[in-house]
T-cell receptor
Framework: KNEVEQSPQNLTAQEGEFITINCSYS?????LHWLQQHPGGGIVSLFM???GKKKHGRLIATINIQEKHSSLHITASHPRDSAVYIC?????????FGTGTSLTVIP | EAGVAQSPRYKIIEKRQSVAFWCNPI?????LYWYQQILGQGPKLLIQ????????DSQLPKDRFSAERLKGVDSTLKIQPAKLEDSAVYLC?????????????FGEGSRLTVL
C-alpha cells in the first residue's frame, strides 16, 4: 500500500466547474505538497502546507492533520488547468508521492 | 533565480546502449534527488544526495544505474546498459536547506525511450 493515496485517478470536468482532488496519507509528515505536471512538462510546486488552508488565485489547498487528509480545490476550472496533480508528503528530506490525478477540463 | 536545469530533454536509444543525464540544481540547494517517473505513476526515488554524499540509493538498480555529484553541485545519472523498462522520465529535484525540507523544485525532466 502506498504511503500517499489520491483520488480520483482521472477526472474530467466542464469548464467552470468546481473541482476537488483528495489525498490521504498513512505516515507522519512534516508538510504536504501539491504539485502540478502539464503534459510533457516538468513538475511545479503549487502549495506546501502543514496546517489549515492556503489559497492562490483559483486554487485552494486544505489539510486536516488529525484525519491525515488533504484536498486541492479548483474554482471556476479552465482548460489550462488540465494537468496531472500530484500529492506528496515529506518527513525531513524524504518525500512520499501519490500516483497523481489526471484532470481534463473541457471547454 | 534560475531553476533546476536538466539535459537532454529527450533521448532515444537502443536497448543495451548507454545514456547519461545531467542536472544542475538551484544555486545553494544542498539536497538533490533523481527520480524515475513511468507514465501514469508518481515519481520513484532513485538516489538522494546531500552535498556530494549519498543519503539514499536503496532503490537505485546499481547493476546498471550510477550517479555522482562530485563537487556537490551538478549531478550526472548514467544507465548502462539500458533495458526497455528504463523508458521513463528522469526528474531531478532540489531543496534549499540541508536539515529541513522546504519547497521541492523540479527540472523539466529527461524523457528516455529505449527501443
Amino acid at each position: 500500500k502506498n504511503e500517499v493515496e489520491q483520488s480520483p485517478q482521472n477526472l474530467t470536468a466542464q469548464e467552470g466547474e468546481f473541482i476537488t482532488i483528495n489525498c490521504s496519507y498513512s505516515v507522519g509528515i512534516s508538510a504536504l505538497h501539491w504539485l502540478q505536471q502539464h503534459p510533457g512538462g516538468g513538475i511545479v510546486s503549487l502549495f506546501m502546507l502543514s496546517s489549515g488552508k492556503k489559497k492562490h488565485g483559483r486554487l485552494i489547498a486544505t489539510i486536516n492533520i488529525q484525519e491525515k487528509h488533504s484536498s486541492l480545490h479548483i474554482t471556476a476550472s479552465h482548460p489550462r488547468d488540465s494537468a496531472v496533480y500530484i500529492c506528496a508528503g515529506n518527513t525531513g528530506n524524504q518525500f512520499y508521492f501519490g500516483t497523481g490525478t489526471s484532470l481534463t477540463v473541457i471547454p | 533565480e534560475a531553476g533546476v536545469a536538466q539535459s537532454p530533454r529527450y533521448k532515444i536509444i537502443e536497448k543495451r546502449q548507454s545514456v547519461a543525464f545531467w542536472c544542475n540544481p538551484i544555486s545553494g540547494h544542498a539536497t538533490l534527488y533523481w527520480y524515475q517517473q513511468i507514465l501514469g505513476q508518481g515519481p520513484k526515488l532513485l538516489i538522494q544526495f546531500q552535498n556530494n554524499g549519498v543519503v539514499d540509493d536503496s532503490q537505485l538498480p546499481k547493476d546498471r544505474f550510477s550517479a555522482e555529484r562530485l563537487k556537490g553541485v551538478d549531478s550526472t545519472l548514467k544507465i548502462q546498459p539500458a533495458k526497455l523498462e528504463d523508458s521513463a522520465v528522469y526528474l531531478c529535484a532540489s531543496i534549499r536547506a540541508g536539515g529541513r525540507a522546504g519547497e521541492l523544485f523540479f527540472g523539466e525532466g529527461s524523457r528516455l525511450t529505449v527501443l
